[in-house]
């Protein structure tokens, strides 16, 4: 395809949040797998203090680990700092005079806050770009997982018992925390914040020194914390892809080399083992599916979600853990694992979610934001 007609994605990645460095290795194979006849990649790096980074090469800047550049180095008179949409609008105002490349959808790779959590997708609503995944209140909402429970109950959708404590309340009250936490569940409780993703900042607390452990490491990340009865359950996740009319894939099984998934089990130990397609009844796989479908349509997800779910042992009651609207792309990851199992590529995956992103856009654009009338 002629470089004029090419369609040009902005990948972002990076992020002033915990996961930046998972941001970082998924954006590394959302690049590769990119067809390059098809698209022109811009790569654009948003460093731990915020700062945006298109000139040069940011990928291999951000990791390499700092020092972070200089004000005059990110946003000097020789860079290119400003994303513009097809009407020329600048998304991210430089200081020079020069301008981005016109982008034609942006696909962000940001996990955890400012990037997963509505805000990165305000400003590209702002911009009118059109970009991949879930919009304002969908990430939002995708994000806080105390608000999503919530939702997810208040649509019929399963979840496990939990409380939401403030870090505020936490600090200034802690010994009636404990006390309540303690009469509303049995040991063990997982403690996670409730604004991060990655397992970052997650325990389980088997007695009360661990609980306090787990709630001052949760406080590090979150102004709100989420504790959660612990079941003993195998951890399904399924992939969901699409706008109005999603699609769920088959789901998978993890199996993590430690007591729970955490961030270590993730992404740095490989002990771990995903089993695609998970050892699931037919009915169990069924549900699962219909499961994922109903979660991603609570939240008024888009584009892409991976939904985990517990699967109780003894019981077999399923139900819904969380949804993760920008999941892990690394070439370990399950959100296109399981798609890659259920008949669809990586390369085709990344171009479904190219032209979601593309519809979804100009369906926003049917919408009538003047309001006229006769007089």
Request: charged share 25%; proline share 5%.
């Amino acid at each position: 395809m002629d470089k004029q007609n090419k369609i040009r994605v902005a990948v972002l990645f990076g992020g002033k949040s915990g996961e930046h460095e998972v941001s970082l290795a998924s954006a590394r194979s959302v690049m590769d797998a990119l067809d390059k006849d098809k698209y022109e990649i811009l790569p654009v790096g948003i460093d731990h203090t915020g700062r945006w980074i298109t000139a040069g090469d940011p990928m291999a800047l951000l990791s390499a680990g700092g020092p972070e550049p200089d004000r005059g180095e990110a946003e000097g008179e020789n860079s290119e700092t400003a994303l513009a949409t097809t009407q020329g609008r600048e998304l991210v105002p430089g200081a020079s005079h020069a301008r981005f490349p016109v982008v034609d959808v942006v696909f962000p790779v940001l996990h955890g806050t400012y990037g997963e959590d509505g805000t990165i997708q305000g400003l590209m609503e702002l911009a009118d770009l059109a970009y991949v995944g879930a919009d304002v209140l969908g990430s939002a909402v995708g994000m806080d997982k105390v608000i999503q429970k919530a939702v997810l109950s208040a649509n019929g959708l399963p979840v496990v018992a939990y409380l939401a404590v403030l870090r505020s309340r936490w600090h200034d009250a802690p010994e009636q925390v404990l006390d309540e936490i303690e009469a509303r569940f049995a040991y063990p409780v997982f403690v996670k914040p409730a604004n991060a993703g990655s397992s970052v900042g997650v325990s389980k607390a088997h007695d009360r020194e661990e609980l306090v452990r787990g709630l001052d490491l949760a406080a590090r990340f979150d102004r709100k914390l989420l504790v959660e009865a612990a079941v003993d359950a195998r951890e399904i996740e399924c992939s969901v892809l699409g706008n109005d009319d999603p699609i769920a894939s088959v789901p998978g099984e993890v199996i993590p080399c430690h007591e729970f998934y955490d961030y270590s089990a993730k992404y740095i130990e490989e002990d771990s083992e995903l089993q695609i397609p998970a050892p699931l009844t037919p009915e169990q796989t069924r549900r699962v599916r219909e499961l994922a479908v109903q979660a991603f349509r609570a939240i008024d997800c888009a584009g892409m979600a991976r939904v985990d779910f517990f699967l109780e042992r003894g019981t077999g009651q399923i139900y819904v853990n969380e949804l993760n609207t920008i999941p892990g792309f690394t070439a370990i990851s399950m959100y296109p694992k399981l798609w890659a199992a259920s008949g669809i590529s990586y390369p085709e995956l990344l171009d479904r979610l190219i032209q979601l992103a593309l519809e979804r856009r100009q369906d926003k654009r049917d919408t009538q934001t003047r309001y006229e009338f006769d007089h």
